[in-house]
């Protein structure tokens, strides 16, 4: 289980995303995922698709490592798209009773379900790509003017990473619970669907309990490091815009614009 989760790990390796500034690969995530309101053809759609797998491309992270990632999220996937299918008004394509699948009812079904995959797939390349404090230095960089307001800036940003990076560190914990459950007699893949859901009742109290018992353990190792609020704190190594920066919010800045003139021309 913990093999499928890759949302909070970093992957080690020298490609050009390795390389970019954090704060490049947060602005250009946050307008590649805005730009994903503007897919409404399947050419739209198809054109998404090409650029995210150009993305992994230049990422040199092997595809079947980062479509790991959408394995937790498959009944996710399946649940948007029955309900789609199911709820859509539109030309029928098949029904029994009250149930009725319709043309239109697929066809939003695929479009939604390929936006959540598309979704993944680049929050799982900015976690892949990107070291947790390095991640946490860029968001605290492109969040400083809010701290004029009042805003700690600092201890969100510390927030936001530690969070993504206990992902992991909470799925291994789960699989430790569940194989301790397996050694006892008690696997709940034997089990049906009904019981499966009542069986995980005793191992979620463990799971919270353990969790709460290491975020008070990293407070007491914060505390330990005089960390504070984290303000006037400096860092070793500087933020800095490089050529390869530029060039790449120039292509980010690019992918709106092209989503946005196929909309307008209505291919």
Not at 188 to 195: E, F, N, R, T, V
């Amino acid at each position: 289980m913990v093999n499928n989760i890759l949302l909070g790990e970093y992957s080690e390796g020298d490609s050009i995303l390795h390389q970019l500034d954090p704060r490049t690969k947060l602005l250009s995530l946050f307008v590649i995922m805005l730009s994903f309101l503007l897919l409404n053809t399947f050419i739209s759609y198809g054109f998404a698709v090409i650029f995210i797998i150009g993305i992994i491309r230049l990422s040199k992270v092997p595809f079947r490592v980062v479509f790991r990632s959408i394995k937790p999220i498959l009944f996710i996937l399946a649940f948007t798209f029955f309900f789609h299918a199911l709820t859509t008004e539109g030309a029928i394509l098949w029904s029994y009773s009250f149930i009725s699948v319709t043309v239109e009812g697929l066809l939003n079904g695929t479009r939604f379900v390929l936006r959540i995959v598309l979704l993944v797939l680049l929050a799982s390349m900015l976690t892949l790509t990107t070291k947790p404090l390095s991640l946490a230095q860029g968001l605290e960089n492109l969040l400083s003017p809010l701290s004029k307001i009042g805003v700690p800036v600092e201890q969100f940003s510390l927030m936001i990473v530690i969070a993504i990076r206990f992902i992991p560190t909470i799925m291994q914990e789960l699989d430790r619970i569940l194989l301790a459950q397996k050694a006892r007699g008690h696997d709940i893949a034997s089990l049906s669907w009904m019981k499966r859901i009542f069986a995980f009742v005793p191992i979620l109290v463990p799971l919270i309990f353990t969790t709460v018992k290491r975020a008070e353990q990293l407070t007491y190792a914060i505390d330990a490091r005089a960390y504070g609020n984290g303000k006037g704190r400096t860092v070793y190594k500087q933020l800095q815009f490089k050529r390869m920066d530029v060039i790449v919010g120039g292509l980010t800045i690019l992918f709106p614009m092209i989503l946005l003139m196929i909309k307008i021309g209505g291919v």
